[in-house]
């Protein structure tokens, strides 16, 4: 390993457990199982699982597969889990457009959202406004890391309260049937003037996806430039609404340089996260092979939730490959390395020592391999569908029967999100009288939840890469859900039901805030579970489209705000990292008309951006 890597393996050392390769053994080659989509044969009708007719979307991802990596290139992959902060950043080459497309691709574009919900934007600026920036943060209060001055570029990311249509939904949901008129009017104005939320988890969505993307922002950086640059981003000083109140005229400054408009603050648009990103010494850089970067950026793209446990889950007119359990387990080291991931993302993004983390991170596992473990697992099925049917019969008449059952139906749709299945479940929470005893902020701590769930699950994503056989679609996938925790939520709010977490921490108070399901096997989700957030024909009823770089993504240039990737008429449709080739084929190599996408000419994309 390169001396730049010894470094920072030293560094990560001194201050998190390191990570270690933990392979996952495939099946015997009679049971293993690939994806077999293909285009609709003639007069067949096209299923979630036939390949799409084609692809016209602006977003990097696109239908993508899996890249295999070799045990010692995973081996020099485990720094990126354990990342230690930035010291100082030092004079490096200006920044061109394609590293930028490709860092925010890794990061704002591809990071986990529930239902790719858009409610954060990047705003990026320059060397000089990032002087200007520099000097407000070190103004703040509350901050978790040092200012660092010299910074090539810099990202403020805005974010809003959680709506949806499901969150619209929600407003009509656990009123008494004599005053859910009033109660359903009170409630839609108290959420437009105040930005209350139905049920708390709602509210803590925002919060867990920040933690998700502040986790993505650091390796964006290193992937994106080859391991020269770093990330270091201020969390903190944002992180509850005393600190916000304390430092709300320096927020409001930020915001100002965003372009945030009145309009939008009334909204409940804010500054939640700043990056400063910058090139490092030697010392602090991750020295590995261009090859290996280029495969791991084209692997970040493709890694998504694996809902469907074959033999299991599946739909019933799901292909035979789908039914056909297979003999797979995942080993316990391999758990116990993602539970350290965990713990130390949220030492990281707290501040507190790691047996601290451990007492406030709750987590609860279900092993559907014990017997114990089914049963709690069928008692959990079991109360989400009850809340559910208690949603769908209690909906106001008055609301549901003038839109022909609409709302009903929305409830009946999002039961499929409610599924749990997987070798291993997981739910994570925080008790929050142990969090603020702790002198922590409840909202911090949520944040650093997200980001701990986020890097666990990556952990096992990768390992699931790891000796991939040829054969084979991936050996691990995760789910990280919010769905079932606001179902849940829904019962524990307004029908009696107990929080998720209350049976494994009953003295302790618990809210549960994440689950995240564990799956072995061979064969990657239909087609369809992508679809719906990338043709806007197919999209689902509580899903938003995946956005491009021009939705959510703005530079600041030449004292202009402008979108990234989009010249007058032109928006991009290039895939990130497409020079790897990870697309979704037939068996027999037949495309997705539009998959690959088109480049960004090579003269824009060669350009330096300030």
Request: charged share 25%; aromatic share 6%; hydrophobic share 40%.
């Amino acid at each position: 390993m390169a001396e730049g890597a010894k470094s920072d393996l030293q560094a990560v050392a001194e201050h998190a457990k390191p990570l270690e390769v933990v392979a996952i053994a495939p099946p015997p080659p009679d049971q293993r199982r690939r994806r077999d989509a293909r285009p609709p044969r003639a007069g067949e009708r096209a299923t979630r699982y036939t390949l799409p007719s084609h692809l016209s979307s602006s977003s990097p991802i696109g239908y993508r597969t899996r890249l295999p990596f070799s045990l010692d290139e995973a081996r020099a992959l485990m720094p990126l889990l354990s990342l230690a902060r930035p010291t100082a950043f030092v004079p490096g080459a200006a920044v061109r457009e394609g590293e930028l497309f490709e860092e925010c691709s890794l990061g704002i574009l591809s990071a986990r959202q529930s239902t790719n919900y858009r409610g954060h934007r990047d705003v990026l600026f320059g060397p000089r406004d990032s002087q200007r920036i520099a000097s407000l943060l070190e103004r703040l209060s509350h901050r978790d890391a040092a200012v660092l001055g010299g910074a090539s570029h810099t990202h403020v990311i805005l974010t809003r309260p959680y709506r949806t249509p499901f969150t619209m939904l929600l407003t009509l949901v656990g009123h008494s049937p004599w005053t859910s008129v009033l109660g359903v009017a009170g409630r839609a104005v108290s959420k437009r003037l105040r930005h209350t939320d139905d049920i708390p988890t709602i509210g803590y969505l925002p919060h867990l996806h920040l933690g998700i993307l502040a986790d993505g922002m650091e390796r964006a950086a290193l992937v994106a430039s080859s391991g020269r640059r770093r990330a270091q981003v201020h969390l903190a000083p944002f992180a509850s609404p005393e600190r916000r109140a304390a430092n709300g005229a320096l927020m409001a400054q930020l915001g100002d340089l965003c372009g945030v408009t009145p309009l939008e603050r009334s909204q409940g648009v804010r500054v939640a996260m700043v990056a400063q990103v910058g090139e490092v010494t030697p010392s602090e850089q991750l020295a590995l092979a261009p090859a290996l970067w280029r495969r791991l950026g084209a692997n970040l793209m493709a890694l998504r939730s694996e809902r469907i446990q074959p033999g299991v889950n599946q739909d019933a007119k799901a292909p035979p490959a789908y039914a056909q359990r297979q003999a797979m387990d995942l080993p316990e080291a391999l758990t116990v390395q993602a539970g350290r991931a965990a713990y130390n993302a949220f030492w990281h993004w707290t501040g507190v020592d790691r047996e601290r983390a451990k007492e406030l991170l709750l987590l609860d596992r279900i092993d559907v391999l014990t017997p114990n473990g089914k049963h709690r697992l069928r008692q959990l099925r079991h109360d989400l569908n009850a809340i559910t049917d208690r949603v769908k019969h209690s909906l106001p008449v008055w609301a549901d029967l003038p839109t022909g059952g609409a709302f009903s139906r929305a409830v009946e749709l999002g039961r499929k999100a409610f599924g749990l299945a997987g070798q291993r479940i997981y739910l994570v929470g925080l008790s929050r009288g142990e969090v603020e005893a702790r002198g922590l902020a409840w909202e911090q701590a949520i944040v650093a939840t997200g980001a701990a769930a986020a890097r666990s699950a990556l952990y096992a994503e990768l390992m699931g890469c790891v000796e991939l056989p040829p054969d084979c679609d991936l050996l691990a996938g995760v789910c990280l859900m919010a769905g079932p925790v606001n179902q849940a939520d829904i019962g524990k709010q307004f029908y009696g039901y107990p929080d998720l977490l209350a049976q494994a921490y009953p003295q302790r108070d618990p809210t549960t805030l994440l689950v995240w399901t564990l799956k072995a096997k061979t064969i990657a989700d239909p087609i369809g579970n992508e679809e719906q957030l990338l043709n806007p024909a197919r999209k689902g009823p509580l899903v938003d489209l995946r956005p491009g770089p021009h939705h959510v993504v703005r530079v600041a240039r030449d004292g202009r705000i402008q979108r990234l990737r989009q010249r007058e008429d032109r928006v991009s449709n290039e895939r990130a990292f497409a020079d790897q080739g990870n697309f979704v084929t037939s068996p027999d190599g037949e495309e997705i008309p539009g998959n690959r996408g088109t480049p960004w000419p090579e003269a824009w994309r060669s350009e330096l951006v300030w």
